[in-house]
């Protein structure tokens, strides 16, 4: 009894405070053991893309990816007809990596600038999102709830920006002010091939003091004071904020260097660019922003900032109501209290004077 009895011992300050167990226990595997069980139902990543046709949203994603998700609209003759995405089309992928299964859905949207009038175009982008909140918190208000609630509100809308010199056009800001309050919003410069080098960082200047001037928040956010943070991934956090809007490149080629190596990359009249050099273009930093270090997080700051707002709103608004049903109909008990109070003591009265005269 005595030897399991766990003892308090002081290693460093950090750990002071923690009873240490004298023997091994074990219960530190139980990172090994969620692992096990979140690898075994996979992960669901909803990544939305907005932008203006033919700015490389389906090559882009192909890209990311290594795999053909989405058709792109390129032409081989001019009497092909420009494919267009008319509505919102989901795709959905899974993908598998070392035992590791991604379900990803691919949003689709309408091209931006599409139409002559584009008014309130961001409509159906911001429905779609709040549609899909709307429908979690039903199932999680339901009464036999579901063991494993269906995942498909928007974890991240990768954002194009046209390859331009002036920056976001009014509508782009438009769009970005209704996005970035409902969702995690990353952009990217689209088609960097087109910009020189000193127009790109010249552009990314100018949307960066844009972002600061519309007040548009880009993920990832500036949570100095979350604690689900370390120092280094708030100063990692600060770091990427400095880099956007990633400039990119995408390209579903794979092509042979001359020196032998295959690579994905676009080839042109003057060269090859391979969207994997980093002193080409941005296009793995992304990747590696979205893949390899902030995949979780998207999905964690959609669930409790974005969908947690949309919950506290729902059911504070669901609140007042009901509250303001009640005093309604109290008001209405209470009316024909008083109403059926005066009639007894009329009937009363009445009774009252029916001795009288008897
Ligand atoms: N120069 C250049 N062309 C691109 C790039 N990405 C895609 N494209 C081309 O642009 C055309 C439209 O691409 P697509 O992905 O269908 O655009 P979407 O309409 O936004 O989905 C295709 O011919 C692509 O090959 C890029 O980074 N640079
Ligand atoms: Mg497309």
């Not at 030897?3 to 290693?11: A, H, V």
């Not at 070392?98 to 859905?105: A, G, K, P, S």
């Not at 002010?177 to 990217?188: A, D, G, Q, S, W």
Request: net charge negative; with cysteine.
């Amino acid at each position: 009894m005595a030897e399991t009895q766990p003892q308090q011992q002081t290693q460093t300050a950090s750990d002071a405070a923690f009873l240490q167990p004298s023997n091994y226990v074990g219960f530190d595997t139980i990172t090994t053991q969620i692992e096990n069980r979140l690898v075994k139902r996979g992960f669901t990543l909803n990544v939305m893309l907005v932008g203006s046709s033919g700015l490389g949203k389906s090559t882009l994603i192909n890209t990311l990816f290594s795999t053909h998700l989405e058709d792109s609209s390129g032409r081989n003759s001019i009497y092909e007809p420009i494919e267009r995405t008319p509505e919102i089309k989901v795709t959905s992928h899974d993908l598998l990596e070392n035992n590791v299964i991604l379900h990803l859905n691919v949003i689709d949207t309408p091209g931006f600038a599409d139409q002559v009038n584009n008014n309130h175009c961001w409509d159906p982008l911001t429905k779609y999102i709040k549609d899909q909140h709307n429908q979690y918190l039903r199932r999680e208000l339901n009464a036999s709830r579901e063991k494993f609630i269906k995942d498909t509100r928007v974890h991240c809308v990768l954002y194009f920006i046209a390859p331009n010199y002036y920056g976001l056009s009014n509508l782009d800001v438009q769009v970005l002010k209704k996005l970035t309050e409902v969702v995690n919003v990353v952009p990217v410069i689209a088609k960097s091939d087109t910009l020189t080098l000193d127009e790109r960082t010249n552009l990314k200047r100018v949307l960066q003091d844009q972002f600061s001037h519309y007040n548009l928040k880009m993920y990832p956010y500036n949570n100095q004071y979350d604690d689900r943070l370390s120092s280094e991934e708030v100063q990692f956090n600060k770091d990427i904020r400095s880099m956007l809007p990633f400039a990119v490149i995408g390209s579903e080629d794979i092509i042979t260097t001359s020196k032998g190596e295959t690579v994905r990359g676009r080839r042109t009249k003057w060269g090859m660019i391979n969207v994997e050099d980093v002193t080409q273009c941005e296009f793995v930093y992304l990747r590696d922003f979205l893949t390899r270090t902030h995949l979780y997080d998207l999905i964690e700051t959609t669930s409790l900032q974005h969908y947690e707002s949309f919950r506290t709103k729902q059911l504070t608004a669901l609140r007042e109501n009901v509250g303001a049903r009640n005093s309604t109909q109290s008001q209405a008990v209470s009316h024909s209290q008083s109403q059926s109070q005066s009639q007894s003591q009329t009937q009363q009265s009445q009774s009252q004077a029916f001795q009288q005269h008897h």
